[in-house]
């Protein structure tokens, strides 16, 4: 039966991750991480169906090999909690064949990012028995390219200007014209025991002495407004119904009349529990004899959504 999942997690080095390694772990391939010297093998990985990269229009055609693109990630990241790529994990449904999933995944990472400006790399993973769990990974940059083929910036630095009171925020690009019409940017100036902002012009009328030579400015900057898009709540939900709506064309496409929904429970109005995605980890140790929590609870919820049907057939026959 079809089943709607789809996970959405961020690679970042503030986690401990590299794109690198995630790279390699969708590939169940060998890449060298350039960054950290740390070289990551997942050769003896099972389970890989099908992999691709997927470029926009302006990329580098290099970057249609994993590990260049996210090498190239990994360089232009300078901090040691970059976000490096967004990742996606998706489950398939076990209607289709190999094939159509392949359909499936291009259609959707075709139209859905690479459309809009983002380097995907991608793979299906059928782990053994295969048609238990068939799903797919999907990493993507979180930079918007240039025409050029460069990355662009993620956020600028945003000067808090001042002009006849009124106080404005500029990027540097922007301060150039701006100051030609008389914004300033503030600096911080002693006032008797106080640190106070104020233009170079009014402190030197006072004769107050700066303190910092860095300009007053917003405290996160201004976000490219591409990438400001993609982080957003709303996409989010965007593209979580994008992975319904191409899902349900592939099955109407193949003859089938299973459908997935991307909406929770309580939008569809359903009084049933949903269950919880175990992941796995939970499986392993299920296998293994282990009981685990996430797939115990699993367990309870579904013995509880089958009394529930239970009961609301008892209610309508005593009705």
């Given at each position: 039966m079809a089943i709607y999942h789809l996970e959405a997690k961020i690679v970042s080095r503030g986690t401990g991750r590299s794109a690198v390694a995630a790279a390699a772990y969708l590939s169940c391939s060998k890449i060298l991480n350039e960054y950290d010297g740390i070289q990551h093998d997942y050769t003896r990985k099972r389970g890989?169906?099908?992999?691709?990269?997927?470029?926009?229009?302006?990329?580098?055609?290099?970057?249609?090999?994993?590990?260049?693109?996210?090498?190239?990630?990994?360089?232009?990241?300078?901090?040691k909690d970059s976000r490096l790529a967004r990742e996606f994990v998706v489950a398939l449904p076990i209607e289709l064949s190999e094939a159509q999933w392949e359909k499936l995944l291009s259609d959707f990472i075709s139209d859905t990012f690479v459309a809009d400006g983002m380097c995907a790399d991608m793979a299906i993973h059928d782990p053994y028995p295969p048609g238990h769990n068939p799903h797919a990974h999907i990493m993507l940059t979180v930079r918007p390219l240039d025409e050029k083929g460069n990355w662009q910036y993620k956020t600028q630095k945003e000067y808090l200007c001042v002009k006849n009171g009124e106080?404005?925020?500029?990027?540097?690009?922007?301060?150039?014209?701006?100051?030609?019409?008389?914004?300033?940017?503030?600096?911080?100036?002693?006032?008797?025991?106080?640190k106070v902002y104020m233009t170079s012009s009014a402190a030197e009328e006072k004769g107050y002495e700066r303190v910092s030579k860095?300009?007053?400015?917003?405290?996160?900057?201004?976000?490219?407004?591409?990438?400001?898009?993609?982080?957003?709540?709303?996409?989010?939900?965007?593209?979580?119904?994008?992975?319904?709506?191409?899902?349900?064309?592939?099955?109407?496409?193949?003859?089938?009349?299973?459908?997935?929904?991307?909406?929770?429970?309580?939008?569809?109005?359903l009084?049933?529990?949903?269950?919880?995605?175990?992941?796995?980890?939970?499986?392993?140790?299920?296998?293994?004899?282990?009981?685990?929590?996430?797939?115990?609870?699993?367990?309870?919820?579904?013995?509880?959504?089958?009394?529930?049907?239970?009961?609301?057939?008892?209610?309508?026959?005593?009705?």
């Open positions: 890989l169906v099908w992999q691709e990269v997927f470029l926009p229009e302006f990329a580098p055609s290099e970057w249609k090999e994993r590990g260049v693109l996210w090498n190239a990630v990994e360089e232009h990241e300078k901090t106080e404005q925020g500029f990027t540097a690009d922007e301060f150039k014209a701006a100051q030609a019409e008389g914004w300033e940017k503030q600096y911080q100036y002693r006032v008797g025991k106080k860095y300009p007053k400015s917003t405290k996160y900057g201004r976000q490219n407004p591409i990438a400001e898009r993609w982080n957003s709540e709303e996409q989010l939900v965007e593209w979580r119904k994008a992975w319904a709506d191409v899902t349900n064309r592939h099955l109407e496409r193949a003859g089938h009349e299973e459908r997935i929904d991307h909406r929770s429970h309580a939008e569809r109005g009084d049933e529990q949903p269950t919880i995605h175990e992941g796995v980890v939970a499986r392993a140790l299920e296998k293994k004899g282990i009981v685990s929590d996430r797939c115990e609870l699993n367990r309870q919820i579904k013995a509880d959504n089958a009394l529930l049907r239970e009961l609301k057939t008892t209610v309508k026959k005593l009705m």
